[in-house]
Nanobody
Framework: QVQLVESGGALVHPGGSLRLSCVAS????????MSWYRQAPGKERELVAL????????NYADSVKGRFTISRDNARNTMYLQMNSLKSEDPAVYYC?????????????WGQGTQVTVSS
C-alpha cells in the first residue's frame, strides 16, 4: 500500500522559513520522480517543484524559484521542500506527490497534505 506522509507545515511570519518532509512507503521510492504541489483556498492545485528519480534534475514554478529547494534522500525514502523567504502568496496545503515515471510530472499518488500559513 502506497503511503506518502507529509510533515513540517506550520504558521510562520513573512520572510520566514520552513522545511517540509514527505516519507514514502509501499513502492520503490528511488524509481520515481516526486513533486510538491500546493492548493490555496479558492485556487487550483499547482505544481511547486519536481525532482527526478536520481535527484539530479529539478524544476520549479516561477513563483518559488530562488526561494524553495526540493531534494530527496533515496536511502531514507524521504523528500524535502526547503522554503525560504516565505511570502503572503505561499500559504496553502502542500501535497507530496509520487509521479508515474522517473523524470516528469505525471501525478499518481498523493499524500494527505500539510498546511503552511504565512501571517504576521
Amino acid at each position: 500500500q502506497v503511503q506518502l506522509v507529509e510533515s513540517g507545515g506550520a504558521l510562520v511570519h513573512p520572510g520566514g522559513s520552513l522545511r517540509l518532509s514527505c516519507v514514502a512507503s509501499g513502492f520503490t521510492f528511488s524509481g520515481y520522480a516526486m513533486s510538491w504541489y500546493r492548493q490555496a483556498p479558492g485556487k487550483e492545485r499547482e505544481l511547486v517543484a519536481l525532482i527526478t528519480f536520481t535527484g539530479r534534475n529539478t524544476n520549479y514554478a516561477d513563483s518559488v524559484k530562488g526561494r524553495f529547494t526540493i531534494s530527496r534522500d533515496n536511502a531514507r525514502n524521504t523528500m524535502y521542500l526547503q522554503m525560504n523567504s516565505l511570502k503572503s502568496e505561499d500559504p496553502a496545503v502542500y501535497y507530496c506527490v509520487c509521479n508515474s515515471n522517473p523524470i516528469s510530472d505525471s501525478p499518481r499518488y498523493w499524500g494527505q497534505g500539510t498546511q503552511v500559513t504565512v501571517s504576521s
